[in-house]
Protein backbone atom coordinates (compact mmCIF):
# COMPACT_ATOMS: atom_id res chain seq x y z
CA UNK A 1 0.00 0.00 0.00
CA UNK A 2 1.50 3.09 -1.38
CA UNK A 3 1.86 6.01 1.73
CA UNK A 4 -0.57 8.89 0.71
CA UNK A 5 2.33 11.70 2.82
CA UNK A 6 2.52 14.35 0.51
CA UNK A 7 6.52 14.38 -1.06
CA UNK A 8 9.24 15.86 1.20
CA UNK A 9 9.72 19.80 0.04
CA UNK A 10 12.86 20.24 -2.00
CA UNK A 11 15.77 22.29 -0.59
CA UNK A 12 16.06 25.34 -2.19
CA UNK A 13 19.05 26.49 -0.33
CA UNK A 14 21.69 28.18 -2.91
CA UNK A 15 25.19 27.01 -2.73
CA UNK A 16 28.12 28.81 -4.28
CA UNK A 17 30.06 27.24 -7.37
CA UNK A 18 33.47 27.66 -8.65
CA UNK A 19 34.92 26.64 -12.11
CA UNK A 20 37.44 28.10 -15.26
CA UNK A 21 36.43 29.51 -18.34
CA UNK A 22 37.06 26.36 -21.15
CA UNK A 23 39.48 28.41 -22.51
CA UNK A 24 42.26 28.48 -19.48
CA UNK A 25 44.71 26.17 -18.97
CA UNK A 26 46.50 25.26 -15.67
CA UNK A 27 49.84 23.53 -15.85
CA UNK A 28 52.48 23.27 -13.30
CA UNK A 29 56.13 24.72 -13.79
CA UNK A 30 59.25 21.89 -13.66
CA UNK A 31 61.23 23.63 -11.38
CA UNK A 32 61.61 23.78 -7.48
CA UNK A 33 59.70 26.71 -6.87
CA UNK A 34 56.43 25.09 -6.81
CA UNK A 35 55.16 27.84 -9.59
CA UNK A 36 52.06 27.19 -12.08
CA UNK A 37 50.74 29.18 -15.16
CA UNK A 38 47.58 29.49 -15.50
CA UNK A 39 46.87 30.59 -19.36
CA UNK A 40 43.46 32.76 -20.19
CA UNK A 41 41.80 33.92 -23.26
CA UNK A 42 44.13 37.46 -22.46
CA UNK A 43 47.30 36.60 -20.70
CA UNK A 44 49.36 33.81 -19.02
CA UNK A 45 49.90 34.46 -15.36
CA UNK A 46 52.66 32.66 -13.23
CA UNK A 47 51.84 31.91 -9.51
CA UNK A 48 53.12 29.67 -6.47
CA UNK A 49 51.67 26.60 -5.94
CA UNK A 50 53.89 25.33 -3.74
CA UNK A 51 50.36 24.36 -1.42
CA UNK A 52 48.97 21.72 -3.35
CA UNK A 53 45.65 22.72 -1.97
CA UNK A 54 45.71 25.77 -4.34
CA UNK A 55 46.55 23.44 -7.71
CA UNK A 56 44.10 20.95 -6.46
CA UNK A 57 41.31 23.46 -6.50
CA UNK A 58 42.35 25.14 -9.90
CA UNK A 59 42.45 22.12 -11.39
CA UNK A 60 39.28 20.75 -10.32
CA UNK A 61 37.92 23.93 -11.86
CA UNK A 62 38.85 23.38 -15.15
CA UNK A 63 36.92 20.18 -15.45
CA UNK A 64 33.37 22.09 -14.54
CA UNK A 65 31.54 23.97 -11.43
CA UNK A 66 32.74 22.94 -8.44
CA UNK A 67 32.23 23.62 -4.40
CA UNK A 68 35.58 24.91 -2.97
CA UNK A 69 34.37 23.85 0.45
CA UNK A 70 35.20 20.08 -0.74
CA UNK A 71 38.37 21.25 -1.78
CA UNK A 72 39.35 22.98 1.52
CA UNK A 73 36.77 22.51 4.13
CA UNK A 74 35.17 25.81 5.47
CA UNK A 75 36.54 28.12 2.46
CA UNK A 76 33.35 29.84 2.34
CA UNK A 77 33.34 30.26 5.88
CA UNK A 78 33.22 34.35 6.60
CA UNK A 79 34.14 35.97 9.81
CA UNK A 80 37.47 35.09 11.96
CA UNK A 81 37.55 31.16 11.05
CA UNK A 82 37.89 32.21 7.68
CA UNK A 83 41.62 33.71 8.17
CA UNK A 84 43.59 30.55 8.12
CA UNK A 85 46.58 30.97 6.00
CA UNK A 86 46.10 27.88 3.40
CA UNK A 87 42.36 29.89 2.55
CA UNK A 88 44.06 33.03 2.11
CA UNK A 89 46.41 31.50 -0.36
CA UNK A 90 43.38 30.40 -2.16
CA UNK A 91 40.93 33.29 -2.02
CA UNK A 92 44.36 35.40 -3.29
CA UNK A 93 44.93 32.93 -5.98
CA UNK A 94 41.29 33.03 -7.10
CA UNK A 95 41.36 36.99 -7.22
CA UNK A 96 44.51 36.54 -9.35
CA UNK A 97 43.26 34.40 -11.84
CA UNK A 98 39.57 36.32 -11.64
CA UNK A 99 39.33 37.21 -15.36
CA UNK A 100 38.98 33.29 -15.99
CA UNK A 101 36.54 32.39 -13.06
CA UNK A 102 33.39 31.47 -13.10
CA UNK A 103 30.42 31.95 -10.55
CA UNK A 104 27.86 29.66 -10.08
CA UNK A 105 24.73 29.35 -8.09
CA UNK A 106 23.20 26.02 -7.50
CA UNK A 107 20.65 24.19 -5.69
CA UNK A 108 22.05 21.80 -2.63
CA UNK A 109 21.33 18.83 -5.35
CA UNK A 110 23.36 20.23 -7.31
CA UNK A 111 20.86 21.97 -9.99
CA UNK A 112 22.47 24.37 -11.41
CA UNK A 113 20.41 27.77 -11.93
CA UNK A 114 22.53 30.85 -12.99
CA UNK A 115 26.14 31.00 -13.81
CA UNK A 116 28.26 34.47 -14.06
CA UNK A 117 31.09 34.60 -16.91
CA UNK A 118 33.65 37.28 -17.04
CA UNK A 119 34.09 38.34 -20.75
CA UNK A 120 36.84 40.99 -20.26
CA UNK A 121 40.35 40.96 -18.72
CA UNK A 122 38.97 43.33 -16.06
CA UNK A 123 36.56 41.34 -15.11
CA UNK A 124 35.79 42.23 -11.14
CA UNK A 125 32.65 40.11 -9.72
CA UNK A 126 32.37 41.19 -5.55
CA UNK A 127 28.73 39.72 -5.27
CA UNK A 128 27.04 41.09 -2.09
CA UNK A 129 23.59 40.30 -0.21
CA UNK A 130 20.84 43.39 -0.89
CA UNK A 131 18.85 44.25 2.18
CA UNK A 132 15.27 42.88 1.69
CA UNK A 133 13.73 46.42 0.86
CA UNK A 134 16.39 47.43 -1.56
CA UNK A 135 14.72 47.61 -5.04
CA UNK A 136 16.03 46.67 -8.57
CA UNK A 137 15.05 46.63 -12.17
CA UNK A 138 16.81 45.15 -15.01
CA UNK A 139 19.24 48.01 -16.76
CA UNK A 140 17.78 49.11 -20.50
CA UNK A 141 20.53 48.36 -22.05
CA UNK A 142 20.64 44.50 -20.83
CA UNK A 143 19.72 41.68 -23.98
CA UNK A 144 18.11 37.89 -23.18
CA UNK A 145 19.04 35.63 -26.05
CA UNK A 146 19.34 31.90 -26.72
CA UNK A 147 22.91 30.71 -26.35
CA UNK A 148 24.07 26.83 -26.61
CA UNK A 149 21.51 25.35 -24.38
CA UNK A 150 20.59 27.92 -21.74
CA UNK A 151 19.36 31.22 -21.97
CA UNK A 152 22.13 34.53 -21.95
CA UNK A 153 21.62 37.74 -20.29
CA UNK A 154 24.43 40.10 -21.58
CA UNK A 155 24.94 43.91 -22.05
CA UNK A 156 27.09 46.07 -23.36
CA UNK A 157 27.91 47.95 -20.23
CA UNK A 158 28.89 44.70 -17.99
CA UNK A 159 32.30 43.26 -17.56
CA UNK A 160 30.13 39.92 -17.39
CA UNK A 161 27.16 37.85 -19.06
CA UNK A 162 24.96 35.51 -17.55
CA UNK A 163 23.84 32.11 -18.27
CA UNK A 164 20.51 31.42 -17.06
CA UNK A 165 20.33 27.35 -16.65
CA UNK A 166 16.33 27.28 -15.39
CA UNK A 167 13.23 28.34 -15.96
CA UNK A 168 13.23 29.72 -11.87
CA UNK A 169 16.63 31.71 -12.95
CA UNK A 170 14.67 33.37 -16.51
CA UNK A 171 11.05 33.88 -13.50
CA UNK A 172 13.48 35.77 -11.53
CA UNK A 173 14.77 37.50 -14.30
CA UNK A 174 11.30 38.80 -15.65
CA UNK A 175 10.66 40.23 -11.88
CA UNK A 176 12.91 43.19 -12.50
CA UNK A 177 11.75 44.53 -15.92
CA UNK A 178 9.83 46.89 -13.46
CA UNK A 179 11.17 47.85 -10.57
CA UNK A 180 10.53 45.51 -7.44
CA UNK A 181 12.03 44.71 -3.77
CA UNK A 182 13.87 41.67 -3.09
CA UNK A 183 11.06 40.80 -0.33
CA UNK A 184 8.36 41.61 -3.29
CA UNK A 185 10.02 39.56 -5.25
CA UNK A 186 10.68 36.37 -2.83
CA UNK A 187 7.10 36.91 -2.29
CA UNK A 188 6.21 36.40 -6.01
CA UNK A 189 7.74 33.53 -6.21
CA UNK A 190 7.05 31.93 -3.19
CA UNK A 191 10.72 31.28 -2.18
CA UNK A 192 13.14 32.12 0.58
CA UNK A 193 13.91 35.54 1.06
CA UNK A 194 17.36 34.63 1.74
CA UNK A 195 17.33 32.87 -1.88
CA UNK A 196 16.33 35.81 -3.54
CA UNK A 197 18.95 37.69 -1.95
CA UNK A 198 21.90 35.66 -2.75
CA UNK A 199 21.03 35.57 -6.31
CA UNK A 200 19.65 38.85 -6.99
CA UNK A 201 23.29 39.71 -5.34
CA UNK A 202 24.35 38.02 -8.19
CA UNK A 203 22.62 39.79 -11.08
CA UNK A 204 23.58 43.36 -9.47
CA UNK A 205 27.40 42.47 -9.10
CA UNK A 206 26.98 41.24 -12.87
CA UNK A 207 25.38 44.56 -14.16
CA UNK A 208 22.41 43.11 -15.41
CA UNK A 209 20.32 44.38 -12.67
CA UNK A 210 20.47 48.17 -10.96
CA UNK A 211 19.64 49.01 -7.94
CA UNK A 212 17.44 52.11 -7.70
CA UNK A 213 17.22 54.78 -5.03
CA UNK A 214 13.68 56.23 -3.63
CA UNK A 215 13.56 60.05 -5.67
CA UNK A 216 11.82 63.10 -4.32
CA UNK A 217 9.17 63.31 -6.94
CA UNK A 218 9.40 60.26 -9.07
CA UNK A 219 9.40 57.34 -7.22
CA UNK A 220 12.44 55.18 -7.85
CA UNK A 221 15.37 56.69 -9.64
CA UNK A 222 18.21 54.65 -11.25
CA UNK A 223 21.61 56.00 -11.75
CA UNK A 224 22.06 54.77 -15.53
CA UNK A 225 19.04 57.07 -16.13
CA UNK A 226 20.72 59.50 -14.98
CA UNK A 227 24.26 59.21 -16.68
CA UNK A 228 24.74 61.65 -19.44
CA UNK A 229 27.36 59.84 -21.33
CA UNK A 230 24.45 57.13 -21.71
CA UNK A 231 21.57 59.58 -22.51
CA UNK A 232 22.27 59.67 -26.58
CA UNK A 233 22.92 55.99 -26.84
CA UNK A 234 20.10 52.90 -27.59
CA UNK A 235 20.75 49.76 -26.33
CA UNK A 236 21.15 48.12 -29.62
CA UNK A 237 23.32 50.86 -30.89
CA UNK A 238 25.39 50.74 -27.73
CA UNK A 239 25.77 46.76 -28.40
CA UNK A 240 26.70 47.02 -32.08
CA UNK A 241 29.59 48.77 -30.86
CA UNK A 242 30.65 47.46 -28.02
CA UNK A 243 30.60 43.79 -29.96
CA UNK A 244 32.08 45.02 -33.24
CA UNK A 245 35.64 46.32 -31.44
CA UNK A 246 37.89 44.26 -29.32
CA UNK A 247 38.55 45.28 -25.55
CA UNK A 248 35.22 44.67 -24.12
CA UNK A 249 33.78 41.13 -24.84
CA UNK A 250 35.02 37.90 -25.83
CA UNK A 251 33.40 37.32 -29.05
CA UNK A 252 35.77 36.13 -31.97
CA UNK A 253 36.55 38.99 -34.08
CA UNK A 254 38.23 39.51 -37.03
CA UNK A 255 39.67 37.41 -40.50
CA UNK A 256 38.38 33.87 -39.83
CA UNK A 257 39.47 30.62 -41.99
CA UNK A 258 37.02 30.11 -44.46
CA UNK A 259 36.29 26.78 -45.86
CA UNK A 260 36.57 25.40 -49.08
CA UNK A 261 33.38 23.84 -49.03
CA UNK A 262 31.60 26.58 -47.83
CA UNK A 263 28.06 26.91 -49.45
CA UNK A 264 26.98 28.68 -52.13
CA UNK A 265 25.81 32.60 -51.24
CA UNK A 266 22.29 32.88 -51.07
CA UNK A 267 21.98 36.36 -51.83
CA UNK A 268 22.09 35.36 -55.62
CA UNK A 269 18.36 36.05 -56.63
CA UNK A 270 17.65 39.26 -58.49
CA UNK A 271 14.23 40.35 -60.60
CA UNK A 272 16.51 40.13 -64.26
CA UNK A 273 14.80 39.81 -66.76
CA UNK A 274 14.41 43.07 -68.21
CA UNK A 275 16.78 42.45 -71.50
CA UNK A 276 20.11 41.69 -72.19
CA UNK A 277 22.59 43.73 -70.12
CA UNK A 278 23.72 47.65 -71.89
CA UNK A 279 27.21 47.84 -71.71
CA UNK A 280 28.40 51.28 -70.46
CA UNK A 281 31.02 53.81 -72.20
CA UNK A 282 34.40 53.50 -70.66
CA UNK A 283 36.33 56.54 -70.45
CA UNK A 284 39.43 57.62 -71.57
CA UNK A 285 41.27 57.78 -68.47
CA UNK A 286 44.46 59.69 -69.97
CA UNK A 287 41.68 62.37 -71.24
CA UNK A 288 40.24 62.02 -67.65
CA UNK A 289 43.76 62.72 -66.01
CA UNK A 290 44.90 66.02 -68.08
CA UNK A 291 41.25 67.86 -67.24
CA UNK A 292 40.28 66.51 -63.50
CA UNK A 293 40.78 69.41 -61.26
CA UNK A 294 43.13 68.11 -58.55
CA UNK A 295 42.23 66.40 -55.48
CA UNK A 296 42.39 69.01 -52.89
CA UNK A 297 39.78 71.12 -54.91
CA UNK A 298 37.89 68.11 -55.89
CA UNK A 299 38.05 68.28 -51.61
CA UNK A 300 36.86 71.65 -50.91
CA UNK A 301 34.30 71.44 -53.57
CA UNK A 302 32.69 68.53 -52.27
CA UNK A 303 29.22 69.35 -51.54
CA UNK A 304 25.63 67.71 -51.32
CA UNK A 305 23.72 68.89 -53.68
CA UNK A 306 19.92 68.84 -53.54
CA UNK A 307 18.52 69.94 -57.15
CA UNK A 308 14.78 70.41 -58.07
CA UNK A 309 16.27 71.10 -61.35
CA UNK A 310 18.08 68.26 -62.10
CA UNK A 311 18.70 66.54 -64.97
CA UNK A 312 18.90 62.91 -66.39
CA UNK A 313 22.84 61.71 -67.02
CA UNK A 314 23.69 60.25 -70.04
CA UNK A 315 24.55 56.84 -70.35
CA UNK A 316 28.22 58.19 -70.95
CA UNK A 317 28.00 59.94 -67.88
CA UNK A 318 26.54 57.71 -65.57
CA UNK A 319 29.56 55.44 -67.52
CA UNK A 320 31.97 57.56 -66.64
CA UNK A 321 30.83 58.00 -63.07
CA UNK A 322 30.62 54.07 -62.20
CA UNK A 323 33.74 53.16 -64.24
CA UNK A 324 36.11 55.40 -61.90
CA UNK A 325 33.93 54.89 -58.53
CA UNK A 326 33.11 51.00 -58.67
CA UNK A 327 34.55 49.23 -61.48
CA UNK A 328 36.34 45.93 -60.74
CA UNK A 329 39.82 46.55 -61.97
CA UNK A 330 41.21 43.80 -63.86
CA UNK A 331 43.83 43.62 -61.17
CA UNK A 332 41.93 43.18 -58.75
CA UNK A 333 40.09 45.78 -55.94
CA UNK A 334 38.26 48.20 -57.21
CA UNK A 335 38.73 52.48 -56.70
CA UNK A 336 36.84 52.37 -53.54
CA UNK A 337 38.59 49.69 -50.29
CA UNK A 338 37.32 47.01 -48.96
CA UNK A 339 38.13 45.32 -45.66
CA UNK A 340 39.98 42.14 -47.01
CA UNK A 341 39.16 42.97 -50.32
CA UNK A 342 35.85 40.77 -50.12
CA UNK A 343 33.55 43.57 -51.98
CA UNK A 344 29.96 42.86 -50.08
CA UNK A 345 28.31 45.38 -51.63
CA UNK A 346 26.78 45.46 -54.77
CA UNK A 347 24.79 48.57 -56.44
CA UNK A 348 21.21 48.96 -57.99
CA UNK A 349 20.57 52.40 -60.32
CA UNK A 350 17.15 53.47 -60.72
CA UNK A 351 16.69 56.08 -63.54
CA UNK A 352 13.54 58.16 -64.22
CA UNK A 353 14.37 57.67 -67.60
CA UNK A 354 15.57 59.16 -70.93
CA UNK A 355 15.94 58.23 -74.45
CA UNK A 356 18.74 56.76 -74.10
CA UNK A 357 18.15 55.05 -70.77
CA UNK A 358 14.54 53.72 -70.09
CA UNK A 359 12.73 54.26 -67.11
CA UNK A 360 13.48 51.59 -64.47
CA UNK A 361 16.09 50.08 -62.19
CA UNK A 362 19.25 47.91 -63.30
CA UNK A 363 21.96 46.19 -61.41
CA UNK A 364 26.25 47.14 -61.88
CA UNK A 365 27.86 44.55 -63.17
CA UNK A 366 31.49 45.42 -61.93
CA UNK A 367 33.60 43.56 -63.60
CA UNK A 368 31.75 43.78 -67.30
CA UNK A 369 31.35 47.71 -66.79
CA UNK A 370 27.07 47.09 -67.42
CA UNK A 371 23.94 47.47 -66.27
CA UNK A 372 22.18 44.36 -66.23
CA UNK A 373 17.81 45.85 -66.85
CA UNK A 374 15.56 43.87 -63.97
CA UNK A 375 12.22 42.87 -64.24
CA UNK A 376 10.94 45.91 -61.30
CA UNK A 377 7.39 46.67 -61.69
CA UNK A 378 6.46 50.59 -62.58
CA UNK A 379 5.06 51.02 -59.29
CA UNK A 380 7.83 49.76 -57.30
CA UNK A 381 9.88 52.17 -59.53
CA UNK A 382 8.08 54.99 -58.09
CA UNK A 383 8.14 54.16 -54.80
CA UNK A 384 11.91 53.97 -54.84
CA UNK A 385 12.41 57.25 -56.49
CA UNK A 386 9.44 59.04 -54.59
CA UNK A 387 11.48 57.58 -51.20
CA UNK A 388 14.11 59.17 -52.47
CA UNK A 389 13.50 62.22 -53.33
CA UNK A 390 11.18 62.37 -50.19
CA UNK A 391 13.94 61.87 -48.05
CA UNK A 392 16.45 63.91 -50.03
CA UNK A 393 14.08 67.08 -49.52
CA UNK A 394 13.27 67.33 -52.98
CA UNK A 395 9.98 68.67 -54.42
CA UNK A 396 10.33 66.00 -57.33
CA UNK A 397 12.14 62.57 -58.56
CA UNK A 398 16.20 62.65 -58.37
CA UNK A 399 17.16 61.98 -62.11
CA UNK A 400 19.26 58.41 -60.84
CA UNK A 401 19.45 56.94 -57.43
CA UNK A 402 22.32 54.26 -56.35
CA UNK A 403 21.06 52.42 -53.63
CA UNK A 404 23.72 50.36 -52.06
CA UNK A 405 23.04 46.30 -51.09
CA UNK A 406 25.06 43.93 -48.90
CA UNK A 407 25.70 40.49 -49.42
CA UNK A 408 26.24 39.83 -45.99
CA UNK A 409 27.55 36.36 -46.06
CA UNK A 410 29.72 37.35 -48.17
CA UNK A 411 31.34 39.38 -45.71
CA UNK A 412 30.47 37.77 -42.06
CA UNK A 413 31.96 34.09 -43.11
CA UNK A 414 35.72 35.85 -43.84
CA UNK A 415 34.99 38.72 -40.73
CA UNK A 416 33.02 37.50 -37.90
CA UNK A 417 32.24 40.24 -35.18
CA UNK A 418 33.03 43.06 -37.43
CA UNK A 419 31.21 42.50 -40.91
CA UNK A 420 28.45 44.58 -39.88
CA UNK A 421 30.62 47.54 -38.85
CA UNK A 422 33.22 47.12 -42.16
CA UNK A 423 30.31 47.03 -44.63
CA UNK A 424 29.06 50.52 -43.19
CA UNK A 425 32.85 52.10 -43.45
CA UNK A 426 32.62 50.77 -46.84
CA UNK A 427 29.53 52.73 -47.39
CA UNK A 428 31.28 55.38 -46.35
CA UNK A 429 34.25 54.90 -48.67
CA UNK A 430 32.04 54.04 -51.35
CA UNK A 431 29.96 57.37 -50.95
CA UNK A 432 33.16 59.30 -50.47
CA UNK A 433 34.46 57.91 -53.98
CA UNK A 434 31.26 58.96 -55.66
CA UNK A 435 31.05 62.30 -53.98
CA UNK A 436 34.78 63.51 -55.50
CA UNK A 437 34.50 62.04 -58.53
CA UNK A 438 30.84 63.72 -59.29
CA UNK A 439 32.37 66.57 -58.15
CA UNK A 440 35.07 66.66 -60.47
CA UNK A 441 32.77 65.71 -63.68
CA UNK A 442 30.42 68.85 -62.42
CA UNK A 443 27.43 66.65 -61.64
CA UNK A 444 25.60 67.03 -58.15
CA UNK A 445 25.54 64.32 -55.56
CA UNK A 446 23.78 63.27 -52.40
CA UNK A 447 24.46 60.91 -50.18
CA UNK A 448 20.93 59.60 -48.33
CA UNK A 449 20.84 59.03 -44.64
CA UNK A 450 18.71 55.88 -45.07
CA UNK A 451 16.44 54.24 -47.62
CA UNK A 452 13.45 51.85 -47.02
CA UNK A 453 14.86 48.29 -46.97
CA UNK A 454 11.26 46.52 -47.84
CA UNK A 455 11.08 48.67 -50.79
CA UNK A 456 14.62 47.48 -51.78
CA UNK A 457 13.85 44.05 -51.73
CA UNK A 458 10.91 44.30 -53.45
CA UNK A 459 11.78 46.22 -56.14
CA UNK A 460 15.26 44.55 -56.70
CA UNK A 461 13.47 40.95 -56.06
CA UNK A 462 15.86 40.13 -52.86
CA UNK A 463 15.84 38.50 -50.02
CA UNK A 464 17.14 41.01 -47.65
CA UNK A 465 18.14 38.54 -44.82
CA UNK A 466 20.92 37.54 -47.14
CA UNK A 467 21.15 41.02 -49.10
CA UNK A 468 19.68 44.35 -47.86
CA UNK A 469 20.09 47.95 -48.63
CA UNK A 470 22.82 49.40 -46.65
CA UNK A 471 23.13 53.23 -48.59
CA UNK A 472 21.65 55.28 -51.09
CA UNK A 473 22.83 57.90 -52.97
CA UNK A 474 21.19 60.35 -55.60
CA UNK A 475 22.66 62.32 -58.99
CA UNK A 476 21.71 64.61 -60.56
CA UNK A 477 23.15 66.49 -63.89
CA UNK A 478 22.77 70.13 -63.63
CA UNK A 479 21.60 73.07 -66.24
CA UNK A 480 24.72 75.37 -65.76
CA UNK A 481 27.56 72.42 -65.04
CA UNK A 482 29.48 72.37 -61.95
CA UNK A 483 27.87 72.82 -59.03
CA UNK A 484 27.62 76.01 -57.07
CA UNK A 485 26.79 77.42 -54.35
CA UNK A 486 23.90 78.89 -55.42
CA UNK A 487 22.34 76.10 -57.58
CA UNK A 488 19.44 74.65 -56.09
CA UNK A 489 20.15 73.78 -52.05
CA UNK A 490 23.68 72.57 -51.00
CA UNK A 491 24.91 71.80 -47.81
CA UNK A 492 27.46 68.95 -46.30
CA UNK A 493 24.69 67.24 -44.01
CA UNK A 494 22.52 64.91 -44.17
CA UNK A 495 18.94 65.61 -44.82
Request: some cysteine.
Amino acid sequence: MKSSAPPAPRDTRLIELWSLREDTKVRTAADEAGTGLVSTLWEDIRLPMSDPVVHRALERMTYGPVSLDNVLPGFSVTGAVSRDPRRAALRSTLDAVRQAVIRTLALTDGTEQLSVVPIVREARFTPRMPAPETTHRLSRFATLRVGTGDMVLESPLSTHRVVLHTPQAMWLVSCYVRPASVRDTARLLDIPLEVVRKAVGYLEASGMLVPGSDGPDEGHSFAEDRDPALEHWSPRELMLHNRSRPGLHDEPLGLARRSAEEPGDPGERRREGGGPPLPLPVPDLDRVLATDPRLTTALEARRSVRADDGLPLSPAQLGELLYRAARARPAGGRPYPSVGSVYPLELYVTVVGSAELPRGSYHYDPAAHALHPLDTRPALVDALLGEAGATAGLSAEPPVLISMTARFRRISAAYPGIAYSALLKEVGALQQTLYLVSTAMGIGPCALAFGDTATSASAFGLDWRAESGVGEFVLAALPGGAPSADHGRTGTRYP
